[in-house]
């Protein structure tokens, strides 16, 4: 199993920035793929940006040219710097990993980070 701890998020003025981490513990060498998503109120769950093992990263439309996604393989975490929120960036941050599980990869999610920007 892999177990995933967001942390970072808070309250921001619209056009201020935020660094998100998250730190994975547990069967780490198996993680592939890690990323964030978000929910807004009442909205799905989306893609924010991912990025592989071998640093290839992809970014929602809405975020790209704001976040980077960033990722230490050492230290088992993956980082995502937000800079000039919009009110629309409002949402609960969670982190995802993809890892190998008994040769099937399987999702593993944090709890959520909530990030609030003010107008």
């Known amino acids: 199993q892999v177990q995933l701890v967001e942390s970072g998020g808070g309250l921001v003025q619209t056009g201020g920035s935020l660094r998100l981490s998250c730190a994975a513990s547990?069967?780490?060498?198996?993680?592939?793929?890690m990323g964030w998503y978000r929910q807004g109120p009442g909205l799905q769950r989306e893609l924010v940006a991912t990025?592989?093992?071998?640093?290839?990263?992809n970014y929602a439309d809405s975020v790209k040219g704001r976040f980077t996604i960033s990722r230490d393989s050492a230290k088992n975490t993956v980082n995502l710097q937000m800079n000039s929120l919009e009110p629309e960036d409002t949402a609960v941050y969670y982190c995802?990993?993809?890892?190998?599980?008994?040769?099937?990869?399987?999702?593993?999610w944090g709890l959520g980070t909530q990030v609030t920007v003010s107008s």
């Open positions: 995802n990993a993809e890892a190998l599980v008994r040769g099937v990869f399987r999702s593993f």
């Open positions: 547990g069967r780490t060498f198996s993680i592939s793929t």
């Open positions: 990025i592989s093992s071998g640093d290839t990263t």
